[in-house]
């Protein structure tokens, strides 16, 4: 079993639409998650990171993460052709005190103009 | 000023010869990474060296030899290259604190092995 899996899409809306990216994780006592953007040809980029359950809200960016379900989610609103990139989950865990981080397969996202 | 810098950015090279790649990070951060992303864009962690002492030892062919030289550097040499190395390697670096530590991340290096 992966341990950290996404939908790898494409997924496409077009342009001012809501976009939801959803991420399932295996290790339940991971206590952070991160979302890193990579645009084709580029090195991935951190987004967001959420540590609580619930909704955590940068600019267009909304994190989600319900830590019964082993999941979380990224929601970008009012969606740009420049949001069209890769995004990836990585979820941190811990072995002999220090952190690797997993990251999912990535969902790749259109924003159609 | 770039944060993390990688040399080369492109390494096109024959089967069996032997190459190295250089990663430099100015961030001051004790903890550096490489990952292999393949030709499915997946991000697999191969090394990680927390203040020059490899910690992360995935399970990699023993022809990857990484060197920390200090805690701002981490060099990866590759012996016997295979057509399977080919990919982007990214170097990554991140300040341990324990939970939460964004990693930042080098351009890359794509390898073609011919």
């Known amino acids: 079993q992966k341990e950290v899996e996404q939908n790898s899409g494409p997924l496409s809306v077009p342009e001012g639409a809501i976009a939801s990216l959803n991420c399932t994780y295996s290790?339940?006592?991971?206590?952070?998650f991160f979302w890193y953007r990579q645009y084709s040809g580029k090195s991935p980029e951190l987004i967001m990171s959420?540590?609580?359950?619930g909704d955590k809200e940068d600019g267009r960016f909304t994190a989600q993460l319900n830590k019964a379900s082993q999941y979380v989610s990224l929601l970008i609103r009012d969606s740009q052709p420049s949001d069209s990139a890769t995004y990836l989950c990585?979820?941190?865990?811990?072995?002999?005190?220090?952190?690797?981080?997993?990251f999912g397969t990535g969902t790749k996202l259109q924003v159609i103009p | 000023d770039t944060a993390v810098s990688q040399t080369p950015k492109y390494l096109v090279t024959q089967m069996g010869n032997d190459k190295s790649i250089k990663c430099e990070q100015n961030?001051?951060?004790?903890?550096m990474y490489w990952y292999k992303q393949d030709s499915k864009k997946f991000l697999k962690i191969m090394f990680s060296?927390?203040?020059?002492?490899?910690?992360i030892n995935e399970t990699v062919p023993n022809r990857f030899s990484p060197k920390s030289p200090d805690k701002a550097h981490l060099n990866l040499h590759i012996n016997s290259l295979e057509l399977g190395d080919s990919a982007v390697y990214f170097c990554?670096?991140?300040?341990?604190?324990?939970?939460?530590?964004?990693?930042?991340f080098g351009p890359g290096t794509r390898l073609t092995v011919l």
């Open positions: 990554a670096s991140s300040q341990f604190e324990g939970e939460g530590n964004e990693q930042f």
């Open positions: 961030l001051g951060h004790d903890t």
């Open positions: 060296y927390n203040n020059k002492e490899l910690i």
């Open positions: 290790d339940r006592v991971s206590q952070s």
């Open positions: 990585a979820v941190p865990s811990y072995s002999g005190g220090y952190q690797k981080v997993t």
């Open positions: 959420i540590y609580s359950n």
